[in-house]
């Protein structure tokens, strides 16, 4: 009986596969401030988030580099050094030179980041000139730091009008034939709304046969990031304007989709 206790512990707390889960249960804080990697101090970053001191020899780097896209927006790259990106394991303990990073326009958060390529649409960026910043982040959501300082890269970015010499928009007149939508492509479209820290309608399950194809439309009353867990997808929710994310459901499990700063479960998806 002993043993059969002690297997069935060490089950639920790998989850399927024997990986271990990345979601968390509704209405818990994803910042766990876990693991024995470096210092933990009582300073945070500018998002809130508590720093966790290493060692400058051998600590993380990261630059970034923004090159405008051909049709539209930016194409950002982040080049790092003694780290890489473990988006299996978000939500776990600090584990040296692991994690993700955070993108942030003018200190506004935009997405989390899970590798060294992320498309920036001209959308998101006001007209004028900006600065980018990605910071590096342990799995625990604790900041990497040197110094008291965050590990951290910037690059300028000018943002122009529509219809003017640069990467904002495609000129009205240069504007080819729109291709289907990539909802109207979607097998499944689940709609969501979030008002006053409330999910409307409430967070369920939406089941998927693997290989289909779902469209999440949520509007949320403040602006924020949307997450699915364990497909690494994510979409910046501008504060009252609808954002619709699109995946294919090529991975069976449960899957959790929340916000990032309300940190509030929207649904979760079950693919079989």
């Known amino acids: 009986m002993l043993a059969l206790v002690l297997l069935l512990v060490g089950g639920a707390a790998t989850g399927c596969g024997g990986r271990a889960t990345t979601h968390h249960k509704p209405g818990t804080s994803h910042e766990q401030a876990t693991g024995s990697v470096g210092t933990l101090l009582d300073v945070q970053d500018p998002a809130g988030h508590r720093l966790r001191e290493v060692p400058a020899e051998g600590a993380p780097e990261v630059q970034l580099a923004a090159r405008p896209d051909s049709e539209d927006g930016w194409n950002l790259q982040l080049t790092v050094k003694n780290f890489r990106f473990t988006p299996d394991s978000t939500g776990g303990a600090a584990l040296p030179?692991?994690?993700?990073?955070?993108?942030?326009?003018?200190?506004?958060?935009?997405?989390?980041?899970?590798?060294?390529?992320?498309?920036?649409?001209?959308?998101?960026?006001?007209?004028?000139?900006?600065?980018?910043?990605?910071?590096?982040?342990?799995?625990?959501?604790?900041?990497?730091?040197?110094?008291?300082?965050?590990?951290?890269?910037?690059?300028?970015?000018?943002?122009?009008?529509?219809?003017?010499?640069?990467?904002?928009?495609?000129?009205?007149?240069?504007?080819?034939?729109?291709p289907p939508s990539q909802e109207a492509q979607a097998d499944r479209t689940v709609t969501l709304t979030v008002r006053d820290g409330k999910v409307t309608p409430a967070p369920g399950r939406t089941e998927l046969r693997r290989g289909e194809r779902i469209a999440l439309r949520v509007t949320s009353d403040r602006a924020d990031t949307l997450h699915v867990h364990g497909y690494d997808k994510e979409l910046a929710l501008p504060a009252g304007q609808e954002a619709t994310l699109v995946l294919t459901a090529d991975r069976t499990g449960l899957f959790e989709v929340e916000t990032h700063e309300s940190r509030l479960v929207l649904t979760q998806l079950l693919v079989r």
């Open 97 to 178: 030179g692991a994690g993700h990073a955070h993108l942030e326009l003018d200190g506004r958060k935009l997405a989390r980041l899970y590798g060294p390529w992320f498309h920036l649409p001209a959308a998101q960026v006001p007209e004028g000139a900006h600065t980018l910043t990605v910071r590096l982040y342990a799995d625990d959501h604790t900041a990497w730091a040197v110094t008291g300082k965050p590990i951290e890269g910037t690059a300028p970015l000018t943002a122009t009008a529509p219809g003017q010499t640069g990467h904002s928009h495609t000129p009205p007149s240069a504007q080819p034939s729109p």
